[in-house]
T-cell receptor, first 111, second 117 residues
Framework: GEDVEQSLFLSVREGDSSVINCTYT??????LYWYKQEPGAGLQLLTY?????DMKQDQRLTVLLNKKDKHLSLRIADTQTGDSAIYFC???????????FGSGTRLLVRP | GAVVSQHPSWVICKSGTSVKIECRSL??????MFWYRQFPKQSLMLMAT?????????EQGVEKDKFLINHASLTLSTLTVTSAHPEDSSFYIC?????????????FGPGTRLTVT
């Protein structure tokens, strides 16, 4: 079955860049997403990328997709303390709208 | 993006009772709604998918008689946890999807924390 994996924890200093990595198994996924979850809250869609793209940039966020290696990354430039949260990557099954989530990466931004 | 609300945001109930959680789309016609559960420090697991006016499709391992889903309108879906037990304590999150403006993104509600004592 499909599987999405992420590293569990990342700590960076305020102002540095953060890179959160994700690997997935379903090569037929057409959309790949990054969501942010703050404590006790639901998920906020940050960005998504189509599988036929290699890169997408949106302000401080850069998504890189290596389809050959089934590797997705999210880079946050000039990381701020407000970026501290859990970040989930998710792939969407090609045949449905079902999302398969990774385990989440907890990002801690140190002042 | 669409605005999704859930009610209640937090509920505590006694073992054996039933609890209803509402998911509302405030500004969007939600043709499809999803229900997820999230255990502490874990990822979201899809429980079921419901389309307006039809029966929900449950994921493998999710008891449909225990988790009753009703998607009666394009703006409201409810999840009823029947005969709740402590192991049902979790964070329940809904998401909605509809076809409009060329988007098929899912928009998530803020979640409902259920504690069963």
């Amino acid at each position: 079955g499909e599987d999405v994996e992420q590293s569990l924890f990342l700590s960076v200093r305020e102002g540095d860049s953060s890179v959160i990595n994700c690997t997935y198994t379903d090569s037929s996924s057409t959309y790949l997403y990054w969501y942010k979850q703050e404590p006790g809250a639901g998920l906020q869609l940050l960005t998504y990328i189509f599988s036929n793209m290699d890169m997408k940039q949106d302000q401080r966020l850069t998504v890189l997709l290596n389809k050959k290696d089934k590797h997705l990354s999210l880079r946050i430039a000039d990381t701020q303390t407000g970026d501290s949260a859990i970040y989930f990557c998710a792939e969407r099954e090609d045949s449905s709208y079902k999302l398969i989530f990774g385990s989440g990466t907890r990002l801690l931004v140190r002042p | 993006g669409a605005v999704v609300s859930q009610h209640p945001s937090w509920v505590i109930c006694k073992s054996g009772t039933s609890v209803k959680i509402e998911c509302r789309s405030l500004d969007f016609q939600a043709t499809t709604m999803f229900w997820y559960r999230q255990f502490p420090k874990q990822s979201l697991m899809l429980m079921a998918t419901s389309n307006e006016g039809s029966k929900a499709t449950y994921e493998q391992g999710v008891e449909k008689d225990k988790f009753l889903i009703n998607h009666a309108s394009l703006t409201l879906s409810t999840l009823t946890v029947t005969s709740a037990h402590p192991e049902d304590s979790s964070f329940y999150i809904c998401s909605i999807m509809g076809l409009g403006a060329g988007t098929d993104e899912q928009y998530f509600g803020p979640g409902t924390r259920l504690t069963v004592t």
